[in-house]
C-alpha cells in the first residue's frame, strides 16, 4: 500500500514522504491514527503542502533551537485547569496539548505536543517543570503555573 505520511513515524519517515507499508500496518494503525493518508494523484498534490508546514513547525539546527530554547525560557506559562477540591487537585491531568496550548497564549513559539516531556502526571495545582525537546542536543525546562479553576 502506497501512503503518503502527515507525521513523523519512527523508522519509517517524516511528514511529507512516500512510503510502501503491508496493507494491515497502513490501514489498521497509521491511517485511523491520522499519521498518514492513501496516496493518490490527487494527495500528491498536497504534499507541498504538508512538507511547507512541516518546515514552518521545524527546528532547523542546533542554533535554531538554542533561540527556541531562550524564547521559552522567557516567558512565564500559565495554564488554568479545572479543580475537585479546594485542596488544588485537578479532574484528570493537565496533558502535553495543554501545556502546548498555554505556551502559544503566552506569546511562546508553536510547540508540538510531542516534543513535550512530562516527567510524571500533573494532577495538583501548583508549579510544575516540563521539558520541551528542541534537538537531540537541546532541551529546554520551563515552569508552567497551574492554577485551580472552578
Not at 1 to 12: F, G, Y
Given at each position: ?12 519517515g ?28 490527487g494527495a ?19 542554533e535554531h ?23 488544588g ?43 520541551i ?18
Open positions: 500500500m502506497k501512503l503518503i505520511l502527515t507525521a513523523p513515524v519512527e523508522k519509517l517524516i511528514a511529507g514522504d512516500v512510503v510502501e507499508v503491508k496493507d494491515g500496518y497502513g490501514r489498521n494503525f497509521l491511517m485511523p491514527q491520522g499519521k498518514a493518508i492513501r496516496w493518490t494523484r500528491e498534490k498536497q504534499i507541498e503542502g504538508i512538507k511547507r508546514a512541516r518546515d514552518a513547525r521545524e527546528i532547523r539546527g542546533i533551537a538554542n533561540e527556541v530554547k531562550k524564547q521559552l525560557e522567557g516567558i512565564e506559562v500559565t495554564y488554568a485547569a479545572q479543580a475537585a477540591s479546594a485542596e487537585k485537578l479532574f484528570g491531568a493537565v496533558t502535553a496539548a495543554d501545556i502546548a496550548k498555554a505556551i502559544k497564549t503566552a506569546g511562546g513559539p508553536a510547540i508540538d505536543k510531542r516534543s513535550i516531556e512530562i516527567a510524571k502526571p500533573i494532577k495538583l495545582a501548583g508549579s510544575h517543570v516540563v521539558g525537546k528542541l534537538h537531540e542536543a537541546v532541551t529546554a525546562h520551563i515552569p508552567v503555573n497551574v492554577t485551580a479553576a472552578k
